[in-house]
């Protein structure tokens, strides 16, 4: 057994845990406190599982959940930036990629490139699985800000416009079905008094 290499995969695994504490805007639905990146990932993973068929072109489901439960890893060095917050925005690139650099580099060399790959991929939104990936993206915390209540749109002020603009187009990029159901839940959300 290579020591060294296994204390690098044990090393970035270590690292990972730090995503529990990263911490969104989204609530939980069953308790009173917001919903951490560890949980985000693995609900993106289990709706990559159950959603594939609902993808707009075949995708490999391995390949997205891979991607889903590292797309949000460089968050551990730069935070979650709120994705309504325009402000938070103008760096947010800038220290995801140094996250990046740094975070990926603790696997051994081959590992760190492929977990590069799919992060770098689904920045990139270019192929089927990180269009459906991101399509998955966008909608989990719409659905958890309807289920409860739209608690987080309300608290920021959120519009049915901004909703709209930031989620629809890239939801219905990866997923028609899932597109016109994210068009329908915003329309419910509106008048039902969560979305100014």
């Not at 990972?16 to 609530?27: E, F, G, I, T």
């Not at 800000?145 to 002020?157: E, T």
């Amino acid at each position: 057994m290579n020591n060294a290499r296994f204390e690098q995969q044990i090393a970035f695994i270590l690292e990972l845990d730090k995503l529990k504490n990263v911490y969104r805007r989204s609530l939980v639905l069953h308790e009173d406190r917001a919903e951490n990146d560890a949980e985000h990932s693995f609900h993106l993973a289990i709706m990559a599982a159950l959603l594939a068929e609902h993808a707009n072109e075949p995708v490999d489901v391995l390949h997205v959940m891979k991607m889903v439960l590292v797309h949000d890893v460089v968050e551990i060095d730069a935070g979650d930036t709120y994705c309504y917050d325009l402000k938070g925005y103008e760096d947010k690139a800038e220290r995801e990629l140094k996250a990046a650099d740094r975070l990926f580099a603790l696997l051994p060399e081959e590992q760190a490139a492929e977990y590069r790959r799919l992060w770098d991929e689904f920045e990139a939104r270019e192929t089927p699985e990180s269009k459906f990936a991101n399509a998955l993206d966008r909608m989990q915390p719409m659905l958890l800000n309807y289920a409860k209540g739209g608690v987080s749109w309300m608290r920021h002020g959120i519009t049915e416009e901004q909703v709209t603009c930031r989620n629809v187009p890239t939801v219905a990029e990866g997923s028609d079905t899932i597109g016109q159901y994210a068009k329908e839940l915003i329309a419910a959300a509106k008048a039902e008094g969560m979305l100014k």
